[in-house]
Nanobody, 125 residues
Framework: VQLQASGGGLVQAGGSLRLYCAAS????????MGWFRQAPGKEREFVAF????????YYSDSVKGRFTISRDVSKNTLNLQMNSLKPDDTAVYSC???????????????????WGQGTLVTVSS
């Protein structure tokens, strides 16, 4: 499995960005894909995940209502639409994938098997 994140950049507070994660090698729909972020000097933080076969999604409280995670099957990408961005959203965003196991907590980075490189999002005030 290979994951490649893109779409980061510089945006003003209140603006929007859309992140993409190109995925290859996912052989079935029994996967969970997620986004995490890490701000300078801070620990990696869960952002959102989606169960590919069920389509169910889950968000951290800090992004709920502002961010939307989705999967574009035709393009085989994982997307993260980020609206109403705040300076606190500034971080390196990384995508990840894991085979679904019912006992895993997919808000934890340790639950994921595969990681893409990060893409930097900078939100100016």
């Amino acid at each position: 499995v290979q994951l490649q994140a893109s779409g980061g950049g510089l945006v003003q507070a209140g603006g929007s960005l859309r992140l993409y994660c190109a995925a290859s090698g996912l052989t079935s729909h029994s996967y969970v894909m997620g986004w995490f972020r890490q701000a300078p000097g801070k620990e990696r933080e869960f952002v959102a995940f989606i169960r590919l076969n069920a389509g169910s999604t889950y968000y951290s409280d800090s992004v709920k209502g502002r961010f939307t995670i989705s999967r574009d099957v035709s393009k085989n990408t994982l997307n993260l639409q980020m609206n109403s961005l705040k300076p606190d959203d500034t971080a390196v965003y990384s995508c990840a994938a894991a085979s679904y196991r019912y006992y895993n907590d997919y808000t934890q980075y340790s639950a994921y098997d595969y990681w893409g490189q990060g893409t930097l999002v900078t939100v100016s005030s």
